[in-house]
């Protein structure tokens, strides 16, 4: 990609450090995030690959009461697409994708495999993500057995072919695995197995890298502890355009010391500057290709889990916006809902809306519909026509043929009004 110029001159100007106005931040995040890219009439895995190099990763999350999670930021950007890409640029070859534990659960591009190489390490040593897996040497060779001789397979495959009868029972909620399940986890974050791709009931298939990745991959070098944090610093810093420090570290869920360092070698080479944005008080740090339009013309729902949104205080410093997931707070202390998306418009978050897709019925379920306070008059006028548009588009994409508001939400009535004339009531 050729650099851009930065977004008014030089960051540095008469020994002051630039700053960016929130709106310029805001506009500068959604380029960086693939916003100001031309559509493509009907999406390939080209675009793909091109939305991917703006988000970095896709994160996966196992909620399906709307669409996965991962699937999600590419609709964002692309607008309506085959579900068959990702199949194809996760399962098929040349592979594109792969997942792992990047931001989070995540899909990333393989040539990142290499990269993430310090954090396999890190993970083999200490045996797991968060809480050690029991050393048992005896079963650890009949796991590797049982993938080498039958992946891609699923942990409830592999059980079977051990005869593991079940659950390891414990008092954490999320963590009732067999040690099957618990030893495939672990190899997957060490590296020793990699994923193959996902069962039609979400669960992963797990296989030898060697069987999943490309070989051209497997035989990249790998960079020390600090060139990987350098390398990932480097690529959160192109999907942000613009960030603090912390934000940075966040993107591939880095320490703060860690991105310290990678952002002060960045500043030396020129890659990102140091500037100010309006209202946050820690310094930022501008990509050296961002840009900086005039405008955004963006209308789309996001995901809870979209990188534009998924942290939190920067959702709010640089849109005003507030944003909680409410999954798992009981239903009657919720305040917008279960699985609610924030609705952009321009450059604006504006809105927010509880989607629920009833597949059996046919129909996109609006649950809530709440608009953001203070929205200057214009906007909020044409808000729910826009919205309504948007959710008329998303519905033809999951193949629903109906649109039902429910009368929740400030901005409920409006928009039933507006989905009247469309697909919907």
């Known amino acids: 990609m050729a650099p851009h110029p930065p977004p008014s001159g030089r960051a540095r100007t008469g020994g002051h450090t630039q700053t960016l106005s ?51 930021p590419l609709y964002s950007r692309m607008g309506p697409y085959d579900l068959d890409l990702m199949r194809r640029a996760s399962e098929t070859r040349p592979r594109r994708l792969v997942e792992y534990w990047a931001h989070v659960q995540a899909y990333m591009p393989v040539e990142l495999w290499p990269v993430m190489q310090f954090r396999m390490e890190q993970y083999r040593r200490q045996r797991g993500k968060w809480s050690a897996v029991p050393e048992d040497p005896r079963l650890e060779d009949a796991v590797r057995q049982v993938v080498k001789e039958h992946g891609p397979l699923t942990a409830r ?18 963590w009732n695995w067999s040690d099957t399940r618990r030893l495939l986890d672990h190899f997957f974050t060490a590296g020793e197995v990699a994923i193959a791709g996902r069962s039609r009931q979400f669960e992963v298939r797990y296989d030898l890298p060697e069987r999943v990745l490309p070989a051209h991959v497997l035989a990249l070098p790998v960079p020390d502890a600090e060139e990987a944090h350098r390398e990932l610093v480097r690529r959160a810093a192109r999907s942000h355009g613009v960030a603090t420090i912390r934000d940075l570290a966040d993107y591939y869920r880095m320490s703060v010391a860690e991105a310290t360092t990678a952002v002060r070698a960045l500043v030396e080479s020129g890659e990102v500057e140091e500037v100010g944005i309006e209202g946050v008080r820690r310094p930022a740090y501008l990509h050296r290709e961002a840009r900086l339009p005039r405008r955004i013309g963006a209308r789309t729902l996001l995901s809870p889990f979209d990188p534009v949104v998924w942290a939190r205080a920067r959702t709010e410093e640089l849109f005003g916006f507030r944003y909680r997931i409410e999954i798992y707070t009981p239903a009657d202390q919720r305040v917008h809902g279960y699985y609610v998306l924030p609705f952009l418009l321009g450059e604006r978050l504006v809105a927010r809306v509880d989607l629920k897709a009833d597949r059996t019925a046919g129909v996109l379920l609006v649950r809530s519909a709440h608009a953001e306070a203070g929205l200057p008059a214009p906007t909020r006028a044409e808000v729910p026509a826009e919205l309504a548009a948007e959710l008329t588009r998303m519905a033809g994409w999951l193949g629903l043929g109906d649109i039902v508001v429910l009368p929740h939400g400030d901005l409920a009535p409006d928009l039933c009004g507006a989905v009247t004339g469309g697909p919907g009531r």
């Open 157 to 174: 495959e592999a059980a079977a072919h051990l005869g593991d009868t079940g659950p390891r029972r414990t008092e954490h909620w999320g």
């Open 22 to 72: 929130r709106a310029q931040a805001r506009r500068v995040a959604l380029a960086a995030q693939g916003f100001l890219d031309r559509p493509h009439a009907t999406p390939t895995l080209r675009t793909l690959s091109r939305t991917v190099e703006r988000t970095g990763v896709l994160q996966v999350d196992s909620v399906n009461v709307l669409q996965r999670a991962h699937f999600l």
